[in-house]
């Protein structure tokens, strides 16, 4: 069944148009994601979907009911959907059940609250005031206070911004499987790629008020529709390639297709896919290491490649550092996606 239905939306800011004819479905109770970077029109449609910000033309309907169709708008306290904006907002002279509370009949307030601390995993702390609660606490709260009245949809307006890396994925995870367990419907917007893939069901990329490309975040990162999808999903190494059948020919020789294509394309290697030798391998050409940069999980290696066909920088992942100034040589692995039209 469907809960949120975005149908060739626009919106302007004055005589600026922002939103280009926005088409987004997001089932009832699956999280979504808008992905894109400042100034694309994330905000917009947040507030455009909150109620704030009036449509100026589409629809926008939340399991079925029209809430804005360019015409008539339904007011934002009528629609039955919740905010967690970035910093939280709390109230800091209540505290944290009273925030959690706030707006709730009396009689509710008390089972409610504590079925809500229980579920966001912080029992035991309602007498609190939200300075006495670390960042990630606090964002918790948030997520009570708006999960409170039981919207039928929730919006995240990139609610981990302000928290540190770690605490910003573990955070993540923890809000994901708590809106999972409570079967809300949720759209979060976010610059952040890592965040979106990790996160949503669904992730939409908007591209100068349009959606350049929906879906789910495997179809995005391994099969976007362009090299711009390409590299705000992640960092992409993009090849010169001529494709027949199930086979492209490029300066790595003939490569496995992930569909049959044919003509002159652009082939997509993520990191991952570039293998590293100290010797020669069948289909591996020379390169030079420029820089190597420890991630934890593996190492960011640079590298310029001595061969023709190839782009000067390409970036691959490895389980060992290399040392700037060494001799490598580059082989792929894995079928690869020609991004079409390129």
Excluded at 18 to 45: F, M, R, W, Y
């Amino acid at each position: 069944m469907t809960g949120l239905s975005v149908l060739d939306l626009h919106a302007a800011h004055g005589r600026s148009p922002v939103l280009h004819g926005i088409d987004l479905t997001v089932p009832e109770g699956s999280l979504a994601c808008v992905l894109g970077p400042s100034g694309c029109g994330k905000s917009t449609l947040l507030r455009v979907l909150a109620g704030f910000h009036p449509a100026a033309a589409g629809q926008v309907l939340l399991h079925g009911r029209v809430l804005d169709d360019g015409r008539s708008r339904l007011a934002a306290e009528q629609r039955g959907i919740g905010l967690v904006p970035q910093d939280g907002a709390l109230f800091p002279h209540l505290s944290v059940a009273a925030n959690i509370g706030f707006g709730l009949p009396r009689s509710q307030r008390r089972a409610r609250v504590g079925e809500l601390l229980d579920l966001v995993g912080l029992p035991g702390l309602g007498e609190r005031r939200p300075h006495q609660l670390s960042g990630g606490q606090q964002q918790r709260v948030a997520l009570a206070r708006a999960l409170a009245p039981r919207p039928r949809l929730l919006l995240l307006d990139e609610p981990f911004a302000a928290l540190d890396a770690a605490l910003r994925a573990t955070l993540r995870r923890e809000v994901a499987a708590t809106l999972r367990r409570s079967g809300t419907t949720a759209v979060l917007v976010t610059h952040d790629q890592d965040e979106a893939l990790s996160f949503a069901d669904t992730v939409a990329v908007l591209r100068d008020g349009r959606i350049a490309q929906a879906g789910s975040p495997d179809d995005l990162y391994h099969r976007p529709v362009d090299a711009t999808v390409a590299g705000v999903l992640g960092e992409a190494n993009l090849i010169p390639a001529e494709a027949t059948g199930t086979e492209a020919r490029t300066a790595f020789g003939a490569l496995t297709l992930a569909a049959p294509a044919s003509g002159r394309t652009l082939a997509l290697l993520r990191p991952g896919q570039l293998r590293l030798t100290e010797g020669p391998v069948a289909g591996a050409v020379p390169a030079k290491v420029l820089d190597s940069d420890f991630r934890g999980h593996d190492h960011r290696v640079e590298l310029r490649p001595e061969a023709a066909g190839l782009p000067e920088l390409l970036i691959a992942s490895a389980d060992r550092p290399w040392p700037p100034g060494a001799a490598a040589y580059v082989s792929t692995a894995g079928p690869v996606h020609l991004l079409p039209g390129a």
